[in-house]
């Protein structure tokens, strides 16, 4: 197996937690990917194959080329560039590609970046740092490629077009269901896109935006027991907090799963990249928080909300899942004494998944986990495989691999 080596310093996302063996589970997964995400390719090409026309871009659509999810009728939900999870099946094949060193993922991985070349310019979402940043941003940091660099910088610029000094945040939707100005913590997502453009040009902007964002999150998202709100809406001109609510969740109240791994994953990200002890004790405390929720289940893949009425009978959200996984073991590759503790937490969240969670392979047009949620009040994509539940699993494998190096 080649090893690629990032071209941009990106020690501490990939630090060593040391000492410890390496394990074939990572092997086996990344075995199992391979197959899957060729699966994955072929269906695709297949279907455009099928619907030339389905490449043209037709009534202000972009064609629908990347795997989101399985609809609830068996077939395959294609999106286009524009959708918010379109960084993550380029996202993949790029960590394909720094797993095996093999030139056909890159080659992969650079025909589906390339399609998502327009959206540096999209000012229409806060999403544009998952779809850039997984994509380009990968690309960038296993290839070095200044065009790139380029794509990176423009989404930076365009999604600092979305900060309200008033707020202190970054706009996440644009004004809806009667809110002025809504935050959702997806956004602490989006940070990287912006760090990234810091180091890369030396602007501060890009950097101040994102620890502004960071830090007015941090007061005003979090409840007193470090679980997080979904939705702060804010008054644009004063920057109060008008709403505290919830839109994937069961309730304003409840604390829905993916909504914590978002936090636990953002503060985790923002102390990697300043260094600043407040994020890393955000991040322990989320941790901490998650840790200790009754309603976690005994194989420490949640249920889609830890408050969900109907708990054992309820769905799993693998997405949830692995974006904590991933984010445990940097945060425990970042930490003192409780780094162990959190790596051995992932590694459990790995093996349970490796276990019980994966979709046979051949099947399930190459998603490589099962039984996800999307949005469970909205009846969307409930219990089906989901391209970024795939993208956080290989990221924590290839994680867990330098952990163990
Ligand atoms: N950012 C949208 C979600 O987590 O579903």
Redesign the pocket.
């Known amino acids: 197996m080649k090893k690629i080596i990032p071209v941009l310093c990106a020690a501490a996302l990939f630090a060593s937690c040391g000492g410890e063996q390496k394990t074939d589970i990572v092997q086996q997964n990344f075995d199992s990917a391979a197959a899957q995400l060729k699966l994955a390719i072929h269906t695709v090409d297949s279907i455009v194959a099928a619907r030339p026309d389905s490449l043209v871009a037709a009534q202000g659509d972009y064609p629908k080329v990347f795997p989101r999810s399985i609809r609830k009728n068996g077939s395959l939900f294609l999106i286009s560039s524009k959708d918010?999870?379109s960084g993550f099946f380029p996202g993949s094949l790029w960590y394909m590609y720094e797993y095996t060193g093999d030139t056909l993922w890159k080659k992969e991985a650079e025909r589906f970046t390339a399609l998502l070349e327009r959206e540096q310019f999209n000012t229409k979402t806060h999403?544009i740092g998952?779809m850039i940043n997984d994509s380009y941003g990968n690309g960038y940091r296993l290839t070095g490629n200044p065009a790139y660099k380029n794509v990176i910088i423009q989404a930076a610029q365009t999604l600092t077009g979305r900060f309200n000094p008033n707020v202190g945040c970054i706009l996440s939707w644009n004004p809806r269901r009667g809110w002025q100005y809504p935050v959702?913590i997806?956004n602490m997502?989006n940070l990287e896109l912006l760090m990234n453009a810091a180091r890369l040009t030396g602007n501060s902007t890009f950097f101040r935006v994102a620890v502004s964002h960071a830090d007015t999150t941090m007061k005003n998202h979090f409840r007193s027991d470090y679980s997080t709100y979904h939705v702060i809406d804010y008054d644009s001109l004063s920057g109060k907090v008008l709403h505290r609510n919830t839109h994937?969740g069961y309730a304003d109240a409840s604390s829905w799963a993916?909504?914590q791994a978002?936090g636990l994953y953002g503060y985790t990200a923002m102390y990697r990249e300043t260094g600043y002890p407040r994020y890393l004790e955000q991040a322990e405390k989320i941790a901490e928080r998650i840790h200790t929720f009754a309603n976690m289940p005994e194989d420490l893949i949640p249920y889609w909300d830890f408050d969900a009425p109907n708990i054992p009978n309820e769905p799993r959200d693998v997405?949830a899942a692995t974006i904590m996984a991933s984010a445990l073991y940097e945060l425990s590759t970042l930490t003192g004494t409780k780094g162990p503790q959190y790596k051995a937490w992932a590694d459990q969240i790995i093996e349970n998944l490796t276990a019980n969670y994966l979709a046979p392979l051949g099947t399930n047009y190459g998603f490589l986990l099962l039984h996800s949620v999307?949005?469970l009040p909205s009846d969307s994509e409930v219990d089906t495989p989901l391209n970024?539940a795939d993208y956080y699993f290989l990221e924590a494998l290839l994680r867990k691999q330098n952990c163990e190096k």
Do not use: H, K, P
Request: proline letters at 0%; hydrophobic letters at 35%; charged letters at 20%.
């Open positions: 918010w999870t999403d998952f959702i997806d997502m994937q993916r909504g978002w997405s999307g949005n970024y």
